[in-house]
């Protein structure tokens, strides 16, 4: 099956309501350092359309009857990367919902999802932007100012939008000065914030430790949860107080994603509440 409930860690931490997910794609070619995937994918950083991808969409679709109230593209591999100017696989994938309508929530970090402006209808595009300047730690992704240009062309064209600033990582992205920058450039497009702190599996918190070696991330991640590292945690809240200040000031709502705090502004963790009618 291609189309999927949505519980990929079975968290009591995960508030995400209700939901099915779908990968076009396996593999990521934005090769994001921090990228969890990498524990469970192989060859994680190559983009390839699933086997058969557009036929079992549309068989899974015709299948569910009204079994699927939305659709979350994508939670592990991009549903935009640079293979889909080519392939077109996500259109596709878009077009067979829009014919079915059945609600989606586009999450993606490629402004190449505004190609795909006359499929959105009244869906939601999630647009991940973490930092000024991400070349280091998402190096074949779109650049930030891209992405925001590709916020502004979709809230222009009557697209409902959700920036996740998404993960923050300690000595990278996490000091006011870059969370503000995010929110301010990002902030006139979308109307709800979503954020989370930098949660390593071993193997990416060992890509982490090679590119920037000055910081202790050993002395820091000593809390593990399942397969996953955790900073401590009034380090995490004092990260996350620190976005919702700055949404605050920008007249945002927020919600920040497997946390366990209770200091969300928005109705749902994810944005998906901004679906509306189109579920």
């Not at 291609?2 to 968290?11: E, N, Y």
């Not at 090769?31 to 190559?46: E, H, Q």
């Not at 869906?123 to 992405?147: F, H, Q």
Request: with cysteine; proline share 6%.
């Amino acid at each position: 099956m291609l189309i999927t409930r949505f519980d990929p860690w079975k968290s009591g931490m995960c508030t995400c309501p209700p939901k099915h997910s779908l990968n076009p794609y396996t593999g990521c070619s934005h090769g994001c350092l921090y990228c969890y995937i990498s524990s469970y994918i192989k060859d994680p950083f190559r983009s390839r359309p699933k086997k058969n991808a557009i036929r079992e969409v549309e068989r899974e679709v015709k299948m569910s009857g009204e079994g699927i109230r939305f659709i979350s593209l994508s939670n592990s591999s991009d549903p935009y990367p640079p293979e889909e100017r080519i392939l077109g696989i996500t259109r596709d994938v878009l077009r067979i919902l829009d014919q079915h309508g059945i609600g989606f929530q586009i999450v993606t970090k490629s402004d190449l999802v505004a190609r795909d402006l006359d499929l959105m209808g009244k869906n939601v595009v999630s647009m991940t932007v973490t930092a000024k300047d991400t070349r280091r730690i998402e190096p074949g992704a779109p650049s930030s100012e891209k992405r925001i240009e590709a916020l502004k062309a979709l809230s222009d064209g009557g697209i409902r939008c959700t920036l996740r600033l998404d993960p923050v990582i300690p000595g990278i992205n996490d000091s006011y000065e870059s969370v503000c920058w995010v929110i301010h450039h990002a902030g006139d497009h979308v109307e709800h914030v979503t954020s989370s702190t930098l949660k390593p599996r071993s193997d990416s918190l060992t890509r982490l430790e090679r590119s920037f070696p000055q910081i202790g991330w050993r002395g820091m991640y000593t809390d593990r949860k399942g397969g996953s590292y955790y900073l401590p945690e009034d380090t995490r809240l004092g990260l996350m107080l620190k976005v919702r200040e700055a949404c605050d000031e920008s007249g945002l709502t927020f919600s920040c994603c497997r946390e366990g705090f209770d200091i969300n502004t928005g109705i749902s963790c994810d944005g998906s509440h901004l679906l509306g009618d189109a579920i």
